[in-house]
């Protein structure tokens, strides 16, 4: 048990996509319930619920894709998660600050007065705040 719950959120996905799990069970916070709503609504996960065994958990169904040329073969639609700001060193920017991740094929999640947004929606409501995490 962590107590810094994102980065234990973002390494669980991590360790869980490596051997292709369906789904992997979280702390349940009020950040991690954000941050899965940001990652359903950008594609990246199918789905997530609270666990009927424990209250205190969060399921959350991972998504894969098949290429065209070998549909048997699954890939993850999360390449990777990085937690950028941490506990014992925190990152804040302003939104003209925020670089882009990947060309756009990425994003950062933003903790800000709004709650948590995207680098996107940071940059359109002119909002500075703290980077948690990147995810592509």
Do not use: H
């Not at 962590?2 to 292709?20: E, G, K, P, Q, Y």
């Not at 666990?51 to 890939?75: A, F, G, H, M, R």
Request: hydrophobic fraction near 35%.
């Amino acid at each position: 048990m962590s107590n810094d719950t994102i980065s234990d959120m973002l390494t669980r996905i991590r360790n869980a996509i490596l051997v292709f799990k369906k789904s992997v069970r979280v702390n349940k916070t009020q950040t991690n319930i954000q941050i899965c709503n940001i990652l359903k609504k950008r594609g990246f996960i199918t789905r997530f619920y609270e666990s009927n065994t424990k209250k205190t958990d969060l399921i959350i169904v991972l998504k894969y894709y098949s290429l065209e040329e070998s549909p048997k073969i699954k890939k993850p639609c999360i390449t990777n998660l990085k937690r950028i700001s941490k506990p014992g060193l925190r990152v804040y920017s302003s939104y003209k600050k925020i670089p882009k991740l990947l060309d756009g094929l990425g994003f950062f999640i933003i903790s800000t007065s709004k709650g948590l947004i995207t680098d996107d929606d940071a940059r359109f409501f002119e909002i500075g705040g703290e980077i948690l995490c990147c995810i592509w």
